[in-house]
């Protein structure tokens, strides 16, 4: 038999979490682009509030030889809030394996602009 102390999860439970998400992208040559659409139920142990999120994003990357730019836009509700992103970033081949990376994010959450930006050096090998 079944131990008493055995806790079992039914569908719907405290603590369950449900989505799902489309995705569609497009590559043609060196460009390539991208469309989500999603929604998810985020039961965070049975928090009051309303834990619907539903989103969507469209992005574009393009390369023209060492450069590569990328850009992405998201919009989305949760908790009655919402939410706005944007991306650009782009990468610069200097060296075989290695590159410049710059990018610059954009979030909209909760009455609140923020705006961060960064930078990096990579290398492959």
Same mark, same amino acid.
């Given at each position: 038999g079944e131990d008493p102390g055995d806790t079992i999860t039914a569908v719907?439970?405290?603590? %369950?979490?449900?989505?799902? !998400? =489309?995705?569609?992208?497009?590559?043609?040559?060196?460009?390539?682009?991208? =469309?989500?659409?999603?929604?998810e139920n985020i039961d965070l142990d049975n928090q009051s509030g309303d834990n619907d999120h539903a989103f969507g994003s469209v992005g574009?990357?393009?390369k023209e030889g060492a450069y590569r730019f990328s850009l992405e836009g998201?919009?989305?509700?949760?908790?009655?809030? %919402?939410?706005?992103s944007a991306?650009?970033?782009?990468?610069? %081949? =200097? !060296?075989?394996?290695?590159?410049? *990376?710059?990018?610059? *994010?954009?979030?909209?959450? *909760?009455? %609140?602009?923020? =705006?961060?930006?960064i930078g990096s050096v990579r290398y492959e090998f």
């Open positions: 719907g439970a405290p603590g %369950d979490t449900y989505g799902a !998400a =489309v995705v569609g992208e497009m590559i043609y040559a060196s460009f390539l682009a991208d =469309v989500q659409l999603g929604y574009m990357q393009y998201g919009l989305g509700r949760y908790d009655g809030d %919402d939410r706005r991306a650009f970033g782009s990468q610069v %081949d =200097v !060296a075989r394996g290695m590159s410049l *990376n710059l990018g610059v *994010n954009y979030v909209y959450e *909760n009455d %609140d602009d923020d =705006v961060t930006s």
